[in-house]
């Protein structure tokens, strides 16, 4: 597990400005990553300002720090990337210069820049890299896999000029290398994101004129540390050789047989082996999830992507660029069925992996996907969050939007300001909205209602863009079941706006949604191959009155009245306050989730609430975020009693009950016939026909009313004997 750092934390803000001041050249670099976060070769030409560097880690608070190498910083780094390296010779001494150790138990020496000696890769000895011109080096205190970059000896300031015969062996194998291929010069740099692509294209061009391993091996090296602007590690351009040169030449048949060259391939299929081949090169991973549905790893730019197989972007986009790319011609649509056939077997073969939707536990900390183009999410620990490279753990669905990059200078006013919540509310929702963040756990239903005016919907909406941004930040209940579920599918924060009844059908799967119990469903209708559907999703309900009239929703149920706005502001201004803020309040929800995390284990259920880990987490967050020790128990405490107050009150069963005890002092005993017919006697001809009408209509009605009354204080009992006797009383 990585260690993060706090939004708080500027020790890497203040370490660039120290090397800043000793004429170093700081960039910053993606949090646990390598890839920098700005065009570095920029500064190759000129020194940032100091202003420039603050305003790079206000941006981007977790950023690594690299240093330009070579001129540009006035050093050179040597890279020992191996425990024992034949490097360097027993009576060649190094010395005492700035020294630093690496995640991976390497070693980095700092030394003034010998004028002329270029970046390269294993150019001392096997595992010995030179940081020279054309590159940069990550820095302390960076970190990368949860450990961190250390000084060991000495520090930025004293760095020491390398001795001679340092000198000559760097100067002799740089200009050796730069002689032998007649590459590096500034017309010819592979940038980042452009490496692998480059160097398997190169390596299929020297397969086709038939060089094997042996010799491919050696050339991509070479090509690798002459012309890419950071290049790329041993092992990755050994794999590039191994897999290029496994397949067989047009000039080389294997064991007797001749492959013809691509050109004279029959039509489709042909280009069906060709796109296969191409496939294997440049995807990364293969797997199927939980559902059985098909994805592919695959590298865009300086990041690994997910695809579905099934997906247009996949077959038409991805995999018709890549032919096209490499061969200069569309790929017909048969080749590319074919293709598909044969990736679509390779994650049939592989390990299953379950796939989340924008939040999910990994490696023991929780992630936010911000579904972006980079493919980030935010990452959330004890110690507190940072924005990395997504974890291949979500899927993204079509209707997905991405969202802001969190900071950490916001407060959580500006939810007040769009949320109509009374400020005995608060504390509530807060908790409820974080407890979003958190997979896993059923969710209560958020159900709003009030008059119009209230700001029902803007509140729905703001919770949704908060947590799920989606084209549709609001949603009607579909009319059927399918639809129903496709909904809950394709959205983790799911709002149903303005509903005066929810259906019997939808109240179920609900109810399902929150539990996450599954569903038995058919992937078309003309197969009989059925799947389980299991969603655990975060619901929101609203409309001028409590739409949520059963008790199983109830049961469930978070219940917050609003009240008119007495002054409302226009929809821009709302809108303009809230996309200049949302980035510093959703801040404010991770500091919180980092805080709960620290305090959950520590949190004991009280056993009075059905969402015992719902309110578990939500005493966490609330104590997290400042609130005293049992505030946020207490307002859910009056939250629940109040929600089944107002039901019973609404309800003609519940309500003639309550009626039926104060007359009788609080005690009734007899069978359900006789339960029928004094409710139905006190309540007169015209409202008798909203009670049961049958013994058995009773009894269902007191099981699925005994929880709420329970809550209310009053106790059902019944006699299981012959005389089946019920026993209503109220607790004192």
Not at 54 to 68: D, Q, T
Not at 433 to 447: E, G, K, N, Q, R
Not at 655 to 680: F, K, N, P, Q, Y
Request: hydrophobic share 35%.
């Amino acid at each position: 597990m990585s260690r993060l750092h706090s939004p708080r934390d500027n020790s890497r803000l203040l370490a660039a400005l120290e090397g800043l001041a000793l004429g170093l050249r700081p960039i910053p670099v993606r949090e646990d990553s390598k890839v920098p976060h700005v065009t570095w070769r920029e500064f190759e030409g000129r020194a940032p300002s100091e202003d420039e560097v603050v305003e790079w880690w206000s941006r981007w608070p977790g950023a690594n720090l690299a240093f330009l190498t070579g001129e540009p910083s006035g050093i050179d780094v040597i890279d020992v990337d191996v425990a024992e390296p034949a490097w360097p010779r027993p009576s060649c001494i190094l010395p005492s210069t700035c020294v630093v150790s690496t995640p991976r138990g390497g070693v980095h020496y700092y030394l003034k820049h010998t004028p002329g000696v270029g970046s390269s890769v294993s150019s001392l000895a096997d595992g010995v890299d030179v940081r020279a011109d054309g590159g940069y080096i990550i820095a302390p205190p960076s970190a990368i896999g949860g450990r961190s970059y250390r000084f060991v000896q000495g520090s930025l300031s004293d760095v020491h000029v390398a001795p001679a015969w340092l000198r000559d062996e760097l100067l002799g194998t740089n200009g050796s290398r730069r002689e032998f291929v007649g590459l590096r010069d500034d017309t010819y740099v592979v940038p980042e994101g452009s490496r692998n692509t480059m160097l398997t294209s190169l390596a299929g061009t020297l397969r086709r004129r038939g060089l094997d391993e042996g010799v491919l091996a050696p050339v991509l090296q070479t090509l690798n540390t002459e012309c890419c602007a950071v290049p790329l590690p041993r092992e990755e351009v050994e794999r590039i050789a191994r897999s290029v040169s496994r397949y067989v030449t047009a000039e080389r048949g294997r064991q007797g047989h001749r492959r013809p060259p691509t050109e004279s391939l029959p039509g489709a299929s042909g280009q069906g082996e060709e796109l296969t081949r191409l496939c294997e090169q440049h995807v990364h991973g293969a797997f199927q999830d939980q559902l059985g549905e098909s994805y592919v790893l695959i590298t865009v730019g300086n990041h690994i992507e997910m695809k579905r197989t099934s997906s247009r972007a996949f077959r038409e986009e991805w995999m018709a660029s890549l032919y096209r790319r490499h061969t200069g011609r569309p790929p017909s649509a048969e080749a590319l069925r074919q293709a598909r056939i044969q990736v679509e077997s390779w994650c049939a073969a592989s390990e299953r992996r379950v796939l989340y939707d924008r939040v999910a536990w990994y490696e023991g900390c929780l992630y936010y996907d911000l579904s972006d183009s980079e493919w980030r999410a935010v990452r959330i620990s004890p110690e507190g969050w940072s924005i990395v490279p997504s974890p291949p753990i979500f899927r993204r669905s079509v209707g997905q939007v991405s969202q802001v990059v969190p900071s950490a200078d916001g407060s959580f006013e500006e939810l007040w300001r769009n949320c109509n919540v009374l400020p005995s509310q608060q504390p509530l929702l807060l908790s409820l909205v974080a407890s979003w963040f958190v997979p896993d756990i059923p969710h209560p239903i958020l159900v709003l209602h009030g008059e119009p005016g209230s700001g029902k919907s803007t509140t729905a909406r703001r919770l949704k863009q908060l947590v799920d941004p989606s084209v549709s930040p609001l949603l009607s209940i579909p009319r059927k079941e399918q639809d129903l579920l496709q909904t809950l599918d394709h959205n983790w924060v799911v709002p149903f706006d303005n509903i005066n009844k929810i259906p019997a059908h939808a109240s179920d799967t609900l109810c399902r949604a929150v539990t996450g119990e599954g569903r038995l469903s058919r992937k078309l209708y003309t197969d009989d191959e059925d799947f389980i559907r299991a969603y655990r999703r975060c619901l929101i309900l609203n409309g001028i009155g409590n739409p949520a009239s059963g008790a199983d929703l109830l049961d469930r149920a978070v219940i917050l009245g609003l009240q008119p706005i007495r002054e409302p502001l226009p929809e821009t201004v709302l809108d303009a306050g809230w996309a200049d803020n949302l980035p510093g309040l959703l801040g404010c929800f991770m500091d919180g989730l980092a805080s709960a995390m620290r305090l959950v284990s520590r949190i004991e259920s009280s056993g009075s609430f059905r969402m015992a880990d719902f309110a578990i987490w939500g005493e966490a967050f609330s104590r997290g975020v400042g609130f005293a020790s049992g505030h946020f128990s207490d307002c859910y405490n009056e939250a629940n009693l109040a929600r089944w107050q107002d039901a019973a009150e609404a309800n003609a069963f519940t309500s003639a009950v309550l009626s039926l005890l104060s007359r009788c002092g609080g005690v009734w005993v007899g069978t359900a016939t006789e339960l029928m017919d004094v409710l139905r006697a006190d309540a007169g001809n015209e409202s008798a026909f909203s009670l049961p009408g049958s013994p058995k209509g009773v009894s269902t009605e007191l099981e699925r009313w005994s929880g709420a009354l329970r809550h209310l204080g009053i106790v059902v009992k019944r006699n299981k004997g012959t005389s089946r006797l019920i026993r209503l009383s109220s607790v004192a």
